[in-house]
């Protein structure tokens, strides 16, 4: 996707974010050179790829005139995905989580549904943080997709066959090959009303 964001771009959108909410200013290029060993040039470079994609402003003529169009730390909110639809669709926003760790085009919020993980300490209600990937390391909490549907689960893989394994005893394994591995869950959200 032409707006998704290279590892060096999100590290530098999370520096510039971090250093506006520790000193109220944004670092000039030269400060974001330093922090990252790289070249005015490359700085420039990756900057001028942030705007373009949307999540950098520039004051034309200030050194420190940057700033970010939303917040550092905000991720979409996905809610529940209806067979069919993509699961990123822009159609099945909620809104947007503030306060996540990680940060980039390549991060996302899911809503969740249901009570297949509460061994994992994942209760309906929470949000899960998820990194975009399509592969996964054996015992990783997966976001994945079963027939359309997105599902939350422990990937496993026993005697060479791949496995979505709940952590609630009422609910029984995915066993099939055909389903597909959307993200990893990084974080967990719950907010108390």
Request: avoid cysteine; glycine fraction near 10%; proline fraction near 3%.
């Given at each position: 996707m032409k707006n998704e964001l290279t590892k060096k771009q999100g590290q530098i959108l999370q520096f510039i974010g971090r250093y506006l909410e520790s000193h109220g200013f944004p670092p000039t290029i030269l400060e974001i050179g330093a922090a990252f060993h790289i070249t005015v040039g490359a700085v420039q470079d990756h900057l001028a790829a942030l705007k373009r994609k949307g999540h950098l402003t520039q004051q034309a003529g200030k050194a420190r005139g940057l700033g970010l169009s939303r917040q550092p730390d905000q991720v979409m909110i996905y809610g529940r995905v209806v067979a069919g639809n993509p699961l990123l669709s822009e159609k099945n926003i909620e809104g947007t989580l503030d306060g996540v760790s990680c940060l980039g085009q390549d991060i996302?919020?899911?809503?969740?549904?249901?009570?297949?993980?509460?061994?994992?300490?994942?209760?309906?209600?929470?949000?899960?943080?998820?990194?975009?990937?399509?592969?996964?390391?054996?015992?990783?909490?997966?976001?994945?997709?079963?027939?359309?549907?997105?599902?939350v689960r422990r990937y496993r893989i026993r005697k060479g066959r791949k496995r979505?394994?709940?952590?609630?005893?009422?609910?029984?394994?995915?066993?099939?090959?055909?389903?597909?591995?959307?993200?990893?869950?990084?974080?967990l959200r719950r907010i108390y009303r």
């Open positions: 996302f919020a899911l809503r969740v549904f249901g009570d297949s993980m509460t061994g994992a300490g994942i209760r309906e209600g929470d949000f899960v943080i998820v990194k975009k990937q399509s592969s996964a390391d054996n015992g990783d909490i997966v976001v994945a997709l079963v027939d359309g549907e997105a599902t979505l394994e709940p952590e609630n005893p009422n609910y029984h394994a995915v066993e099939r090959h055909d389903f597909e591995i959307i993200g990893k869950v990084t974080e």
